[in-house]
């Protein structure tokens, strides 16, 4: 079963702290692992992807850690602001298919 | 340039009526997705379609569930007997091919399915 487990369902912190979330996947055939951000009424949005060919990716507050032996990789919302509030999506695509996979998503919720 | 667009933005029915949702993609974007998102259940994958090719319909729920595309555009998802459990927000995607490559996912804002 191709799956992609995200955790936490729901997290809460404070304006400037740094939110993590993870994801976890079976299938080592994926390369290609981006995040999708969602506001609330919208749909989601691509906003940072990853290949396995690298250990770090980092755009602005954002940045991917991607453990290849692991299978794990996660999202670092650095100097977390309450525009970053809404609910992000992890996922996972197989090299020459289109299937992508998503997690469940997990509900940010920063604090002014 | 114009977006993913989706009709109705929400819509209210009856169980055991027939509902239609319109997707309008991004224009050149061969390929198109419908996803649905149920609370705490992510994205899950429906049916895609890319260009000419036999549509990937593996993610249908059951055969009350049916998509169509007609001239490589514009995208109609049918439910038919509608069930409660169906009340979902339906997302559909648009997204370019790159060299052979599905590329990002360009997501409309979703028709809010309410089943009463």
């Known amino acids: 079963q191709q799956q992609v487990k995200q955790s936490p369902q729901s997290l809460i912190v404070q304006k400037g702290g740094i939110s993590i979330i993870n994801c976890a996947y079976e299938?080592?055939?994926?390369?290609?692992f981006p995040w999708y951000q969602q506001f609330p009424g919208k749909g989601p949005a691509l906003l940072i992807a990853?290949?396995?060919?690298?250990s770090e990716k980092k755009e602005g507050r954002f940045t991917i850690s991607f453990n290849k032996s692991a299978k794990q990789f996660s999202l670092h919302i650095m100097d977390s602001q309450p525009g970053d509030s809404a609910t992000y999506f992890c996922a996972a695509l197989q090299g020459g298919t289109y299937k992508y996979i998503f997690g469940t998503g997990t509900r940010l919720k920063v604090l002014a | 340039g114009a977006g993913v667009s989706q009709s109705p933005s929400n819509k209210v029915t009856e169980k055991g009526k027939d509902v239609e949702l319109r997707c309008d993609p991004i224009s050149g974007h061969t390929a198109l997705y419908w996803y649905r998102q149920s609370l705490g259940q992510g994205l899950e994958f429906l049916i895609y379609f890319q260009g000419n090719s036999a549509p990937d319909k593996s993610g249908l729920p059951s055969d009350r569930f049916s998509a169509e595309r007609t001239g490589g555009s514009v995208s109609t998802l049918t439910i038919q007997r509608t069930q409660q459990e169906d009340s979902a927000v339906y997302l559909c995607?648009?997204?370019?091919?790159?060299?052979?490559?599905?590329?990002?996912?360009?997501f409309g804002e979703g028709s809010r399915l309410t089943v009463l």
């Open positions: 299938n080592t055939a994926f390369d290609y």
């Open positions: 990853i290949r396995p060919d690298v």
């Open positions: 995607a648009s997204s370019p091919i790159l060299g052979g490559n599905t590329g990002e996912l360009f």
